[in-house]
Nanobody
Framework: QVQLVESGGGLVQAGGSLRLSCAASGGSFRSYAMGWFRQAPGKAREFVAAINWSGVYTPYADSVKGRFTISRDNAKNTVYLQMNSLKPEDTAVYYC??????????????????WGQGTQVTVSS
């Protein structure tokens, strides 16, 4: 069973930065595509960014393109989300997820098999 644990969330002012981490245990992390999703109060969970096993393919949601960067360290079984130029509308619970089936990378929530518990990101104006 794969376990995912997110960390790095917190309260930041608009324009600031945060770096989220997601540590994986169990399974074969280096073979999984990984994704970050977020859910704001009263809204559906939405795709933020994803990365394939090698780090070559990294799709982003339009709303974060140019501000967020996803990366991974397969030696540490960890995926990261560097968030710069944060806006109040980025406020949400951020979840990392692992996909053990897709060849390549997917942005579809239902394709992901394992989920972390989430970490809160709050951006004040």
């Amino acid at each position: 069973q794969v376990q995912l644990v997110e960390s790095g969330g917190g309260l930041v002012q608009a324009g600031g930065s945060l770096r989220l981490s997601c540590a994986a245990s169990g399974g074969s992390f280096r073979s999984y595509a990984m994704g970050w999703f977020r859910q704001a109060p009263g809204k559906a969970r939405e795709f933020v960014a994803a990365i394939n096993w090698s780090g070559v393919y990294t799709p982003y949601a339009d709303s974060v393109k140019g501000r967020f960067t996803i990366s991974r360290d397969n030696a540490k079984n960890t995926v990261y989300l560097q968030m710069n130029s944060l806006k109040p509308e980025d406020t949400a619970v951020y979840y990392c997820a692992a996909d053990r089936k897709t060849i390549g990378v997917t942005i579809t929530l239902d394709d992901y098999d394992y989920w972390g518990q989430g970490t809160q990101v709050t951006v004040s104006s």
